[in-house]
């Protein structure tokens, strides 16, 4: 291990009370851990306590967790961080039932090293403890501790100290570092009032950092909230990295408004959850568990009732290992590979455990019979696999956003994934800045669905151009994202099977046909409007005229007004495209010789029409910013 870099380990306790776990953790540090007044006076341990050691260039945090099987909820609080277990066994009790308890915690918690204990070694002899090291090594057969080392200790004397000091830094050093460059978490076991600071909140950093300045989010209220000052190890730092018993200062808040169970973490990144899909396992001491039971919930420091359903069973028996939808009965923040542990709803015993596959799962549907598969790719835990999976069972799509509060993954770790799923066609990318991903199935429906709905409307309006952007847009209705909308269309366009011109879309290729007395009524329409000046005819009368009926003369009319051949300035008013230019240009002349004010009067007198034309046409010169109306005059712009 090299010299600069200090590892960061937090070891917990764990074991029945009154074995000697806070004397050991006192006769380790210097520090006894039993911190409130009534666990001084009652000589027994109710909450979490904390010390800290250097010891072969390691820094340890310890959490000592209370042995009373009343306070399991506490320790479990205190489980939720640790890198290395000291399983503490009195060697003059041997095996008791929270050995047993914290034990099944610890390694459903996945729980990867420890060291054992074999405390009070100074009140029995060498057989006695010889005979509970059997024992010990008995129990721990097949378990992740089956090759930890077992070190008899006395805190009274001091014997196998240093032989036990030895024993954790060699498991320190083979524990896995939490990552300081993933996003930031710290799930919080205190919080409390420091006179002259404030608001502090206190737990075992587990992911990413923490240091003054930063903006943070509480979870699950959501309040974003300022960092003033960052304590780790018992020391002040700039910046708290993972693997350290960390406190943080807040500012903005009351600390009676923080508690046990809420979680800092970086701010805007997830979301919190009431329905969370997992594997959970039943330890063999449980009882057969039904669809629906209720049961305490804790992950991280949180604690809550959750209702057990399971995809694809109707109950779970002793030793199953099955995937399951837990309905939280207050919203929690989690994310996939969290561990939590369930305890029975009455008497309150610990029947098992699991992982958090998907923090933001839907309530289980009969229907859905892909969600087993769907969760056994997540588990595997191959980002592309998991990316492609939660695209395929977006029905709207995946936004960057959803992605990272349902993974916790970093930013370039979406982007590789999804650029691998793209390049191999597993995924179509139909935004890339904000990124959306759509399963390649969806995107060709919504393909086939625009060319549908554009040869329909072309079908049912043989008269009409195309379709306009909008109402094609509209016409999906809204489980059709705008991006992928506007992908599927691009692509449409780029391989010619559909054209956009402007503002409209249309079968590639496609002219309105029209027939020879259409094609003379358009023009006699047009004609109309061309010759008559700024002194227009009524629409009415114009096409009252025509030798085709009325609706076929209105679809004439709305083509020149799509060929924009045809103006209509208001809804009785029709200009043609060349009077409105040749009006203009006559202003800018005006404004040339005459100066930029113009008056209604002389308005009229300049174009020779009357005030029922004037009017509409001055505020339509206004509309186009050629004019603006100042009192009872015109500027010329
Ligand atoms: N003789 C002896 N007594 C011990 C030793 N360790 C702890 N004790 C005593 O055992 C009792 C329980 O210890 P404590 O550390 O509070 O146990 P915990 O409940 O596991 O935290 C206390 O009275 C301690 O003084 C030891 O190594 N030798
Ligand atoms: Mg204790």
């Not at 039932?97 to 054992?116: N, S």
């Not at 405390?119 to 501790?145: A, I, M, P, Q, W």
């Not at 409307?457 to 994202?481: C, M, T, Y």
């Not at 011109?501 to 020879?516: C, D, H, M, Q, W």
Request: glycine letters at 8%; hydrophobic letters at 45%; one cysteine or more.
């Amino acid at each position: 291990m090299s010299t600069e870099t200090t590892k960061s380990v937090i070891v917990g306790t764990a074991g029945h009370i009154d074995h000697g776990k806070s004397a050991l953790v006192e006769a380790l540090t210097g520090t006894h851990p039993d911190r409130l007044a009534e666990e001084k006076r009652r000589g027994i341990t109710i909450d979490l306590g904390f010390a800290f050691l250097e010891e072969n260039g390691v820094r340890f945090g310890f959490v000592d967790v209370p042995g009373h099987e009343r306070f399991v909820s506490n320790m479990l609080a205190g489980a939720a961080g640790i890198d290395v277990l000291l399983l503490v066994i009195a060697a003059d009790e041997s095996i008791k039932p929270q050995t047993r308890e914290h034990f099944d915690i610890c390694r459903l918690l996945g729980v990867q090293r420890g060291v054992v204990a074999l405390t009070k070694s100074d009140l029995v002899d060498n057989d006695t403890l010889e005979l509970v090291r059997l024992e010990v090594e008995e129990y721990l057969r097949g378990s992740f501790l089956e090759h930890a080392p077992l070190v008899p200790v006395s805190a009274k004397t001091g014997a196998g100290l240093s032989e036990l000091k030895s024993a954790l830094s060699n498991a320190a050093v083979n524990a896995a570092a939490k990552d300081a460059a993933r996003h930031f978490r710290l799930p919080i076991d205190r919080a409390f009032a420091m006179k002259g600071f404030g608001s502090v909140v206190a737990g075992t950093l587990i992911s990413g950092s923490v240091g003054a300045g930063d903006e943070v989010e509480l979870f699950p209220g959501g309040e974003r909230l300022r960092v003033r000052g960052v304590q780790s190890g018992g020391k002040t730092v700039e910046r708290a990295t993972p693997g350290q018993r960390t406190a943080v200062n807040l500012a903005g808040i009351e600390h009676t408004a923080l508690k046990r169970g809420m979680v800092l973490a970086a701010p805007g990144k997830f979301r919190k959850t009431r329905r969370i899909d997992v594997r959970l396992e039943l330890l063999n001491s449980a009882r057969k568990m039904k669809q629906g039971t209720r049961v305490h919930f804790h992950a991280g420091t949180a604690e809550t009732i959750a209702e057990v359903f399971f995809h694809g069973a109707k109950e779970a028996l002793p030793g199953a290992s099955v995937f399951a939808n837990l309905k939280l009965q207050d919203e929690l923040f989690v994310l996939a590979g969290d561990r939590f542990i369930v305890r029975q709803f009455s008497p309150v015993v610990t029947i098992g455990g699991g992982v958090v596959v998907d923090p933001l799962a839907r309530r289980p549907m009969l229907r859905d019979t892909g969600r087993v598969k769907f969760l056994e790719t997540l588990q595997r835990e191959n980002d592309e696999e998991t990316l492609a999976a939660m695209t395929e069972r977006a029905i709207l799509g995946l936004t960057f956003e959803e992605i990272v509060a349902r993974t916790g993954w970093m930013e370039n770790e979406i982007h590789v994934a999804a650029r691998g799923l793209s390049a191999a066609d597993r995924v179509k990318t139909v935004s890339a800045e904000p990124l959306v991903l759509v399963s390649g199935k969806l995107f060709e429906e919504v393909r086939k669905k625009i060319v549908e709905k554009v040869e329909k409307f072309q079908k049912e309006n043989l008269l009409l151009p195309g379709i306009s952007r909008e109402d094609l847009r509209a016409s999906l209705g809204k489980r059709v994202r705008t991006e992928t909308f506007r992908a599927a269309l691009d692509e449409l366009v780029a391989q010619k099977k559909l054209e956009a011109p402007g503002e409209l879309v249309k079968k590639a290729g496609s002219e309105i046909a029209l027939l020879p007395e259409e094609a003379k009524a358009k023009e006699q329409i047009e004609a109309a409007f061309a010759s008559a000046g700024l002194a227009v005819p009524s629409v009415t009368e114009v096409l009252a005229r025509l030798a085709v009926e009325a609706k076929r003369a209105e679809k004439l009319l709305q083509i020149l007004l799509r060929e924009k051949n045809l103006v209509r300035v208001t809804q009785e008013l029709i200009y043609h495209r060349q009077a409105l230019a040749q009006l203009k240009e006559k202003v800018a002349t005006y404004k040339k010789t005459k100066g930029n004010r113009i008056s209604v009067l002389v308005f009229k007198e300049l174009t020779g029409i009357t005030r029922k034309y004037a009017i509409p046409l001055l505020e339509y010169l206004d509309r186009e910013r050629v004019t603006r109306r100042a009192g009872d005059e015109r500027v010329i712009l």
